[in-house]
């Protein structure tokens, strides 16, 4: 099976989140005091929306020449509403 190199980039990044979750979530247990897993925590909460970032640019780039300018507009606009609703 043949994949574009823009899937294969999307779902290597993808991977690579949840490596970091299971990871992050190990460091929890191992640690095992309520502040440090809260710190851990607050790592992940920054690096998820960066990995959901890095995919939608990653998306948004292979489609570019596919949808029409006004969608690509919206769909910018829905990355940035999501991303504003994550930080606030």
């Known amino acids: 099976m043949s994949y574009n190199s823009l899937v294969l980039a ?10 970091l979750e299971i990871g992050g979530a190990t ?4 640690l095992g005091k309520v ?7 607050a790592w992940l909460g920054i690096i998820g929306p960066t990995i959901f970032l890095v995919v939608s640019s990653l998306g948004l780039a292979g489609m570019v020449h596919q949808v ?4 690509i507009v919206l ?10 609703s994550a930080l606030l």
């Open 35 to 41: 502040e440090q897993a809260f710190q851990v925590n």
């Open 68 to 71: 029409p300018p006004l969608k």
């Open 10 to 19: 999307m779902a290597a990044t993808r991977l690579l989140a949840g490596l």
């Open 27 to 30: 460091l929890m247990l191992r």
């Open 75 to 84: 769909l910018l606009g829905a990355v940035i509403l999501i991303m504003l």
